[in-house]
């Protein structure tokens, strides 16, 4: 798997929008305990974001910053070959939240039978 700076800025940010154990969920499926700490290594210290994570999160849009980052997941698994299969699941993870997000839709499939009226999809509609 190829490390590309926008998969990491994307992760990171993420990552900082949510939190640590609530930015990865899926449908109940949550992410390996030793990814988490994998990632807690990395970019956190006594639970707070580490400089080059923060500094990201203050300027997301810093090719330095973004580098800055991408050169730490490198590192760390250059360092350990192990780590690659903890990337690889925060990955798939990430990509599966960005497909349930960009492909979800309010669609109702049946037949409505509620008292009263009842607004049912984007154009607001009142049956």
């Known amino acids: 798997m190829i490390i590309t700076t926008a998969l990491v800025t994307t992760f990171l940010l993420k990552l900082g ?3 640590l154990e609530k930015a990865f969920e ?3 499926e949550k992410i390996s305990e030793n990814s988490i700490n994998w990632i807690k290594g990395l970019f956190f210290k006594d639970g707070k974001p580490k400089k080059a994570l923060k500094e990201l999160q203050d300027e997301p849009d810093n090719k330095g910053k973004q580098e800055i980052a991408k050169s730490i997941f490198e590192n760390s698994i ?3 070959g192990e780590n690659m299969k903890y990337f690889e699941e925060l990955v798939e993870k990430l990509h599966q939240i960005q497909n349930t997000t960009s492909y979800s839709k309010n669609i109702v499939t049946g037949n409505i039978t509620s008292g009263g009226s009842s607004i049912v999809g ?6």
């Open 122 to 127: 984007d154009g607001n509609v009142i049956n």
């Open 26 to 28: 899926t449908g109940g």
């Open 78 to 80: 250059e360092e350990n």
């Open 17 to 19: 929008e949510k939190g």
